[in-house]
């Protein structure tokens, strides 16, 4: 019979094991939903959506009761003398009497309740609140929309350094049999020494490209890694392959895509902005306005000769009081209408940038719809390019065997198909990228 321990920890391995696989593969999709939960920026916007929040309660308990307590204690090492006449106590007239008031310790403990009653400047801070609130929220979808984008752009570069490694060990391994071929043929007379060169070159420039892909496979992993909020090496691995995700990404439709320019992250940041001058010019003018506060406090006081504070018999003298205090602005030598003068203009500025903003995002729209297409299109011709340029690589493979087409002939048609092959890599790239491109300008996800 096995032991309970040994059996809970052979659970609890399985159990991680487990967890370890579910988290190490992706989809695109997953990798996505990944990063917006764990992604280091979006863990940061999500913390400053609870700082305006938390900001907001700030902003409006400035203007609720507030209730201070104070605790003080004396000790006068060198009691203060005061010289008075002394006729007060029968003495003579013209002379005078050194008294000393109040014993040389003392303790007070005083609580005061203080109420704003009007303050313009804290009503226009309540209400810009709202806006404060609004404008972190923008934030984090907009930090949303970036890492999905990185991610997106991450998780292609890795596809496309996979494809490349194979491509190139695939190349290798055809130029290594007809460098093997053509060595027999030139040691038996049948082959110039050339023939071997020009393959030694072809080859020696795939190994170096096949030794950068390699390189480039495991930085463009660990980039992925940190985008998602992974440790750098984690051994991530991705579920799709790159043509696949390239077909998927493929929709004319979204050409077809209302545009609603109010769903547009930037020009959501551009109209908080617009808000929060206008917040600004209101707060301006708040100060001309009067303010109004009221407080009551509610003290005790006690004298000794020496520190009895703490004894029951000890007396106590208690005391309240309660005030208002009103503060009008009346003369600040028109410092007060230049700063509301300032914050017009600024508001003015907001607008216009506001303006500007919506026919830059227009803009951005058309060029975004217009790279699309060219990459599709891109994709498409390099696609067909690439079975062309095969086409003619195994045609002259046939035609050098036979003895037919030189090994300069060769080399030009590989070199043509191993540029077809990488243009076809890249292209596919920048369909996936340019849609992402257009689906953050629209802010549809697909």
Known sequence: MRHPLFIFLFIVVLQFNYGQEQTNSFTLDEAIAYALANNYSAINADRDLIDAQKQKWETIAAGLPQINGEISYQNQLKQPVTVIPAEI?????????????????????TATLTQQIFDGSYIVGVQATKAF????????????????????????????????????????????????????????????????????????????????????????????????GLDLDNPTQLKENLEDLTEKKIDFALLETDFKIENNVDYKLALNQNEQRFFEWKLAKSRAL??????????????????????????????????????????????????????KIALEKAKTQLTEAEQQIKLQLENARSNYVLAIEEYQTSKNNLALAERIERKNQIKYTEGIATSFELRQAQIQLYTAQQEYLQDMVEVINKKTELETILNEQS
């Open 290 to 343: 009067p303010t109004l506060n009221a407080f009551v406090n509610y003290g005790s006081s006690a004298y000794s000769d020496t520190f009895s504070f703490l004894n029951g018999e000890q007396q106590w003298y208690n005391s309240s009081i309660l005030g208002f205090n009103l503060n009008i602005p009346i003369f600040s030598s028109l410092k007060r209408s230049a700063s509301t003068q300032r914050a």
């Open 89 to 109: 106590f029968g003495g003579e007239p013209g002379t005078y009497v050194d008294v000393v008031f109040s014993q040389p310790q003392s303790a007070t403990a």
């Open 133 to 228: 609130l609004s404008y972190s929220a923008n934030n984090k979808e907009k930090t949303a929309l970036e890492v999905r984008k990185s991610v997106v752009e991450s998780y292609g570069n890795v596809l496309l350094a996979k494809e490349s490694v194979a491509i190139l060990n695939k190349n290798k391994e055809t130029l290594e049999k007809n460098l093997y071929e053509t060595s027999k043929l030139f040691e038996n007379g049948l082959a110039d020494e050339e023939s071997v060169e020009q393959l030694q070159i072809t080859l020696s420039s795939v190994e170096s490209q096949l030794k950068n892909a390699l390189r480039l496979e495991k930085i463009t992993l660990q980039m992925l890694n940190v985008v998602m």
